[in-house]
């Protein structure tokens, strides 16, 4: 099995910058691709921005510019950290591990509120 804790989540004014980390333990030798999904208030959950094994990256057309993924392979941790917040990042953020199998693990979210 795996385990996905996503922490770093908090308050910011609009312009600031938060960074979230994402740790994932149990079978992690069959990770493979991990990301970051967001979901606001009556909304879907949507991705923000993956990573492969091999640290390529892709972002959602709305935080390109703004937001940068990367991963540790050696400690198991993914991040996003987040600049040039706006008050439309507000949401949940989780993390997701996908295995060689094609499941995907979910972390519990963290809170990210943005203020105007």
């Known amino acids: 099995q795996v385990q996905v804790v996503e922490s770093g989540g908090g308050l910011v004014q609009a312009g600031g910058s938060l960074r979230l980390s994402c740790a994932v333990s149990?079978?992690?030798?069959?990770?493979?691709?991990m990301g970051w999904y967001r979901q606001a208030p009556g909304k879907q959950r949507e991705l923000v921005a993956i990573?492969?094994?091999?640290?390529?990256?892709d972002y959602a057309d709305s935080v390109k510019g703004r937001f940068t993924i990367s991963r540790d392979n050696a400690k198991n941790m993914v991040y996003l950290q987040m600049n040039s917040l706006k008050p439309e990042d507000t949401a949940v953020y989780f993390c997701?591990?996908?295995?060689?199998?094609?499941?995907?693990?979910w972390g519990q979210g963290t809170q990210v509120t943005v203020s105007s």
């Open positions: 997701n591990a996908g295995d060689r199998r094609g499941l995907g693990f």
């Open positions: 149990g079978s992690t030798f069959s990770i493979t691709t």
């Open positions: 990573i492969t094994e091999y640290r390529t990256p």
